[in-house]
């Protein structure tokens, strides 16, 4: 046979096969396949570019040195040597004078060029930095001290013409004392203000742009040698207020993804092997027409890529039609224009779906082209050959590399791997067993019972294949559905309608019981806790040099001054996981309470002493508990508690957050004009943008949802169709022996339904399980209970099953019984 002949009898065969249920089912399935894999990637690489721009423009720079000490001109000349492009930045929190009103405010002295990255917006427009002898001031300095643009102010013994308002700009700084109203100058006139005097807590910054590969060069440079108080900040290291949202939504589309990928391998592959098994007799008249079985696999391997191309056509379509969805969803969240994917990444999709289908699809095919013309007439089962095993283990090779992309973690990926086969024997088993004691607890309920009993007994063999794949199915959509639930859940449970919305820092001791009255008079909800700032200086006795590794030495608790409290009460958005809260000092020895994430990260353990440097004073602490902090409440957040008592004497500010509404607003100005020392920072704008993320980020993961549950839908109608083909040949004989086509349906049904019950009950214990170890590894949220995953979904399966069923039967007639029972003789 020519090659020409043989791709004309691919097509025929193609034509044909389009309209058989299996055929389609496949085709569905590949499609679906390609385009949430193409979605995913593209998605991803656009998403993962705006965002690191994003990023930059908010950092002013792709890096940024920070320290507490000026940054030697070496670092600047070995950047520009590189090829990048440097600018210094000096900030620090300072007076501003305009007339007999003070404003605390954070001063930022900057040069050209600046910045690095992103854009200064001021009123009127301004290019470049501030001129000599000018100032460019936020809004609610202006406002604070009733000033306008042109009018001269004081700072520090120089003085300055306003010639902007600062709109927005980069570069903020981090801290909180850099969340105070900003005045940008430049920095030549640094010097006259006389403000770099001793105790002024000055910040440099040195800012970097230029190529990615000199970027990578220089960090790897700088980094061994960074001293204490130093810091280098690159865009995957900085943290932002959406972190937490973002990172538990790139791990669901991930599992989406995963779930989605698994669902239709599964599709792909029942579809294949159902499709081979009908087309045995065809192999088995072209191979004694004289074809070779080479020549069949090629045309069955000809059939699969003209599958192929038509799938991987509608998925990639179907793919940037949703990837324009998604980028419309988050239009308001990222910088445009959007930057464009990698092109290679819009054939990703269609190459998996090309590996998946022929590494599947072969095993079958070459057992199928092993089938003898005997079979015609014995209907034996298709050999196994060495070969066909051999694909197999290429499809479980495939198989086990695909999750261990998605989960990055080879142990991971084996695990799941292992429990899968497990829990596969296991459902087959178990599933096997509860469905005969299913059929005995109906003995005498039912005249089809016996009948029914019988059946099962026979088939037992065929539901131990079939209850794994179903419950599984099942269990997959289930756990995209939850998860997904339990992740909104969370998000929106993280900013509540109540959510703190200011935060007031620097309230010295004096001050406090006035801020706490003035608060109370507006019925605002607060606490202020006191808040001293101290460096660790040790563990156990031993300096930090040789206390810690390598590695932890790098933490940024160990490399900067922390915010220190103490109180005799655990703050209520932290939850005690170890140890005892002490709300008092054991005799001389002073007790502290630590983070979780900081006790792991720095080894730390009930017992341990951690020594403290504060001022000119050291003090050592006993952990005597272990904490988690809900970091994203918005309420003023400590690594260390201290016992009350054990920072007396010592120089103290308060802090606290509120959450205040429509008339509460007003004491805001209240509390500058009666305490103008203390900052006040607003962030109402910040957790409306955080709002709005989170609600995009939900409508983004519904689409993954959605594809997830269509290829579940697929696979169950696909699989309860083949079961049905099985029944056809049963019910035939069971006509010639006197059974009505409604009995035959009542026992195919009343099959069914029990089928979905066991199903489904076996299904829903599976995704509790899966479920407790997505929240716990994958999506890193509290696990929780579903109970209304035990009622739904065994109801929603026995339903599905039966509704599937009756649905199928109708293509069951007489005319039906009459041909099995010509190909049965």
């Known amino acids: 046979m020519t090659s020409g002949s043989l791709f004309k009898l691919a097509w025929q065969q193609t034509l044909s096969a389009g309209r058989l249920p299996i055929w389609r089912a496949l085709l569905l399935a590949l499609t679906v396949a390609i385009a949430i894999a193409t979605l995913l990637a593209v998605l991803g690489d656009r998403l993962e570019q705006s965002l690191g721009r994003q990023t930059a423009e908010l950092l002013g720079a792709d890096m940024t040195l920070h320290s507490s000490r000026p940054i030697p001109q070496a670092v600047a000349n070995n950047a520009n040597t590189l090829g990048l492009e440097t600018s210094q930045v000096a900030q620090f929190p300072t007076m501003i004078e305009a007339g007999e009103n003070l404003l605390l405010i954070s001063l930022r002295a900057i040069n050209m060029p600046y910045p690095l990255r992103g854009n200064i917006v001021t009123q009127p427009a301004q290019v470049g930095i501030p001129e000599p002898g000018t100032l460019w001031a936020e809004p609610a300095v202006l406002e604070r001290l009733s000033l306008e643009v042109g009018q001269q102010i004081e700072l520090g013994y120089a003085q300055f013409t306003i010639a902007a308002k600062l709109i927005s700009t980069p570069d903020r700084g981090n801290g909180f004392s850099n969340f105070s ?8 006139d640094l010097d006259a203000t006389g403000l770099l005097g001793p105790g002024s807590r000055v910040r440099y910054r040195q800012l970097f742009s230029g190529d990615p590969e000199a970027l990578n060069k220089l960090e790897n440079q700088l980094r061994p040698d960074l001293a204490s108080g130093e810091r280098l900040i ?35 592959a029942l579809s294949l092997r159902r499709y081979t098994l009908n087309s045995r ?15 069949l696999q090629g045309l069955f391997l000809l059939q699969l890529l003209l599958a192929w191309v038509v799938c991987a056509l509608a998925g990639t379509a179907v793919a940037l039609g949703l990837e324009q969805v998604t980028l419309y969803l988050l239009d308001d969240l990222l910088p445009q224009p959007v930057p464009s994917a990698q092109p290679a990444l819009y054939g990703l999709g269609a190459l998996l779906g090309l590996v998946s289908l022929i590494t599947l699809g072969l095993p079958p095919m070459v057992a199928m082209s092993q089938v003898s013309v005997m079979h015609l007439f014995r209907r034996s089962a298709t050999p196994t050959t060495w070969g066909g095993r051999m694909l197999q283990l290429v499809a479980g090779l495939m198989l086990t590399g695909l999750l261990m992309l998605y989960l990055d973690d080879l142990k991971l990926t084996l695990i799941l791997i292992a429990s899968l086969l497990i829990t596969a024997w296991l459902l087959g088993k178990l599933g096997a067993w509860l469905l005969r004691i299913s059929a005995f607890a109906l003995a005498g309920k039912h005249t089809l019972v016996r009948l029914l009993r019988l059946r099962l007994q026979q088939q037992q063999r065929w539901h131990q294949m079939q209850i794994p794949v ?12 939850w998860a997904r639930s339990d992740l909104l859940d969370r998000w929106q449970s993280q900013l509540p309608d109540t959510t703190p919305n200011h935060f007031l820092i620097n309230i010295q001791q004096h001050e406090r019981d006035g801020v706490d009255q003035l608060l109370q008079s507006y019925d605002l ?10 460096r660790i200086t040790g563990l156990n006795g031993e300096p930090i040099a040789t206390a ?32 005892e809260w002490s709300s008092q000092s054991d005799g001389d020895e002073v007790q502290l309470s630590i983070e979780q994430e900081f006790a792991n990260t720095l080894g730390l353990a009930l017992g341990d ?4 440097s504060i001022g000119s004073h050291t003090v050592e602490g006993s952990i005597s508990s272990i904490r988690s902090v809900q970091w994203e409440s918005f309420q003023p957040n400590f690594y260390v508690i201290f016992t009350p008592g054990a920072l007396d004497n010592m120089p103290v500010s308060y802090i606290t957050s509120f959450y205040a509404s429509g008339e509460q607003r007003k004491v805001g100005n209240q509390l500058l004009q009666q305490f103008p020392t203390i900052t006040l920072i607003d962030i109402e704008q910040l957790l409306a ?26 696979l169950v109608f696909t699989t309860l169709s083949q079961e049905l083909d099985q029944r056809r040949y049963e019910n035939a004989l069971l006509h010639t022996l006197g059974a009505t086509p409604q009995q035959c349906q009542q026992l195919d049904l009343l099959e069914f339904a029990l089928l979905g019950l066991v199903c489904g009950g076996l299904a829903a214990a599976l995704g509790e399980i899966a479920l407790w170890f997505i929240h716990q590894r994958l999506v890193l949220i509290e696990p929780v209970l579903h109970p209304g995953n035990w009622l739904l979904l065994p109801l929603a399966a026995t339903a599905l099953f039966t509704l599937t069923g009756l649905l199928a039967r109708r293509r069951v007639d007489e005319r039906n019984s009459y041909q099995l029972l010509r190909r049965l003789g």
Do not use: C
């Open 181 to 188: 109203p900003q005045v940008m100058i430049n920095q030549q």
């Open 234 to 268: 690159t865009l995957d290291s900085s943290n932002n207020i959406n972190g937490g949202a973002l990172n538990n939504a790139s791990r669901y589309l991930r599992l989406g993804a995963l779930l989605t990928l698994l669902i239709s391998a599964l599709t792909i």
């Open 281 to 295: 007799d065809r192999a088995a008249v072209l191979l004694s027409l004289g074809m070779t079985a080479r020549q």
């Open 470 to 481: 179903i419950s599984l199915l099942l269990a997959l959509m289930a756990i995209s559905l």
């Open 525 to 534: 909800q607060s606490q202020l806790y006191p808040m001293i700032r101290g």
């Open 548 to 579: 810690f590794t390598e590695q932890q030495r790098q933490h940024n608790a160990l490399n900067r001054e922390l915010n220190l409290t103490w109180g005799e009460r655990m703050p209520a958005h932290n939850r005690l996981l170890s140890g």
């Open 609 to 612: 002493k951690l020594m403290f």
């Open 689 to 714: 943008q955080a709002r709005s993320l989170i609600g995009k980020l939900s409508d983004t993961s519904g689409l993954v949802m959605l594809l997830t549950l269509l290829a579940g839908l697929v």
